[in-house]
Nanobody, 123 residues
């Protein structure tokens, strides 16, 4: 059974940092690109960052570019999203995904989803 388990979310203040983790089991992530999506209340789920299997290719949404870093440790089957200078508009449920990038311009096809972790940024 494939599981992607996110952790590291929580309630923080504007300007704080968080590091989200996604631990995979039942699947070897080095076969996949990995992504972090987020969904705020009343909004569609959006891709915020993605990373290729080797770590060489990355994508960041404009909304998080310069404030976030996606990384992966294939040996530990884990993906991370470091988010800095958090803003209230970053408040959302963050989901880990395994799949394929369709060109590193924001396209991502997901095969597996995590259950999500809530990030709330207070003003």
């Amino acid at each position: 059974q494939v599981q992607l388990v996110e952790s590291g979310g929580g309630l923080v203040q504007t300007g704080d940092s968080l590091r989200l983790s996604c631990a995979a089991s039942g699947v070897t992530i080095n076969s996949y690109a990995m992504g972090w999506f987020r969904q705020a209340p009343g909004k569609e789920r959006e891709l915020v960052a993605a990373i290729g299997w080797s770590g060489r290719n990355t994508y960041y949404a404009d909304s998080v570019k310069g404030r976030s870093t996606i990384s992966r440790d294939n040996a530990k089957n884990t993906v991370f999203l470091q988010m800095n200078i958090l803003k209230p508009e970053d408040t959302a449920v963050y989901y880990c995904a395994a799949g394929w990038s369709t060109g590193w311009d924001g396209g991502f096809r997901t095969k597996y989803w995590g259950q999500g972790t809530q990030v709330t940024v207070s003003s």
